[in-house]
């Protein structure tokens, strides 16, 4: 069983920023991908973002430009860094991460951590 532990939601002002990060409990499992997701009142979860473990990124059309993601492998951590924030990015905000071991994938998934965006 791994862990992913989410921190740095909040409430922030439109045009504010704020930095998600998540990190996973110790494991003999390989991490592979780790993304975000969130999800808003009444809607799908969605991607956000997401690196694979080589380091590269891709992103949702809504957040190019102003979110970035980065990880640390050393650490099998992952981060968002979020500018700009608008009002539609409010939602909370899940951790991913797709571990592999024996050949199989294995998806964990974090608690989630509350953003909220003032206009």
């Known amino acids: 069983q791994v862990q992913l532990v989410e921190s740095g939601g909040g409430l922030v002002q439109a045009g504010g920023a704020l930095r998600l990060s998540c990190a996973a409990s110790?494991?003999?499992?390989?991490?592979?991908?780790m993304g975000w997701y969130r999800q808003a009142p009444g809607k799908q979860r969605e991607l956000v973002a997401r690196?694979?473990?080589?380091?590269?990124?891709d992103y949702a059309d809504s957040v190019k430009g102003r979110f970035t993601i980065s990880r640390d492998n050393g650490k099998n951590s992952v981060s968002l860094q979020m500018n700009s924030l608008k009002p539609e990015d409010t939602a909370v905000y899940y951790c991913?991460?797709?571990?592999?071991?024996?050949?199989?994938?294995?998806?964990?998934w974090g608690r989630g951590t509350q953003v909220t965006v003032s206009s």
């Open positions: 110790r494991t003999i499992l390989t991490l592979n991908a």
């Open positions: 991913n991460g797709d571990f592999l071991w024996a050949g199989t994938h294995y998806e964990y």
């Open positions: 690196i694979s473990s080589g380091g590269d990124s």
